[in-house]
């Protein structure tokens, strides 16, 4: 195996099971989690937990594509929702050290994004 191939499933490996632990826990309904979706959202407690739920499984979704055929589109989403999860830490009056903590949240899937963009 190359050290491009390497890296590449070092990457999908990451972002896989980044994306398949937090849906995991969003699906579990994650008590902070839930209580951040209603302050950020103004949705009732079990709105919020369905609102969960569905996220939980589109990122379990998106952690299984990551791994069976990542699509450069998706990645960029992927970047998107692992800043904005990061940044809710804050924004919810968490230390801005829980959204620095976080950069691979999103710097994982945007590294593996512009992997993909350097082989074309």
């Known amino acids: ?7 590449e499933w070092i990457l999908r490996v990451g ?3 980044e994306f ?3 849906g995991v826990f969003a699906v579990l309904g994650k008590a ?4 951040w ?3 950020l959202t103004g949705f009732d407690t079990a ?13 379990i979704l998106l952690a299984l594509l990551v791994l069976w055929k990542p699509i450069r589109p998706v990645l960029l989403w992927m970047a998107f929702w692992g800043f904005w ?8 009056g968490l230390p801005i050290w829980d959204f620095i903590e ?13 992997f993909y963009r350097s082989r074309n």
Request: aromatic content about 12%.
């Open 47 to 59: 709105t919020a937990a369905m609102f969960m739920t569905v996220v939980g499984v589109v990122d």
């Open 1 to 7: 195996m190359t050290n491009e191939k390497k890296l």
């Open 32 to 35: 902070d989690w839930v209580k």
């Open 102 to 114: 976080r950069f691979a949240n999103w710097a994982a899937p945007l590294a593996l994004y512009f």
């Open 15 to 17: 972002v896989a099971g």
């Open 20 to 22: 398949l632990g937090h």
């Open 37 to 39: 979706t209603e302050q």
């Open 85 to 92: 999860t990061a940044l809710v830490r804050p924004l919810v």
